[in-house]
């Protein structure tokens, strides 16, 4: 559930582990009951952290799209491509991973998982919404594991 141009509750199911995350901005977030937290016990160094991400259906393939591409592939120490948008935005609000970004995603594939990331305290950023319902989406631990932050943007 949105309001405006911001989450205000999402509710999202993994299947393949029988997991249910959820979350209210405001009042908390957890995984089948549990609460869960973001891993901020010791903050990584962007070289130590992991992001997650996609390529978007319609990717740009020019120098400078695929420039901004590798700048945040370099910026961490890891990246992992899992498939669901809205299950690794989960799994940074419960601390699997540090920090999710993709370009021109579609609203309705982490509209209820940014929620969840909020919820849990965590830092997003969303980009306009374009007339085809697809955003820029950002969301990490912390504010220093933004990609936006990392490389200027």
């Not at 199911?13 to 089948?32: H, K, Q």
Request: one cysteine or more; hydrophobic letters at 45%; aromatic letters at 6%.
């Amino acid at each position: 559930m949105w309001e405006g141009n911001r989450p205000l509750l999402g509710v999202v199911l993994e299947i393949a582990g029988n997991r249910l995350y959820s979350g209210i901005v405001g009042v908390g977030a957890w995984c089948d009951e549990i609460p869960i937290e973001l891993s901020r016990a010791a903050c990584p160094a962007p070289v130590q952290a992991i992001l997650c991400t996609g390529l978007p259906a319609e990717l740009d393939h020019s120098p400078e799209k695929i420039g901004v591409l590798i700048d945040a592939f370099r910026s961490f120490g890891k990246t992992r491509m899992l498939g669901s948008a809205a299950l690794m935005l989960c799994y940074v609000a419960s601390g699997k991973c540090d920090s999710y970004w993709e370009c021109q995603i579609a609203l309705w594939d982490v509209a209820a998982a940014l929620a969840i990331v909020q919820s849990a305290g965590g830092e997003i950023r969303i980009g306009s919404i374009s007339d085809r319902c697809r955003l820029d989406v950002e969301a990490a631990s912390s504010k220093n594991l933004l990609v936006s932050e990392l490389n200027g943007r």
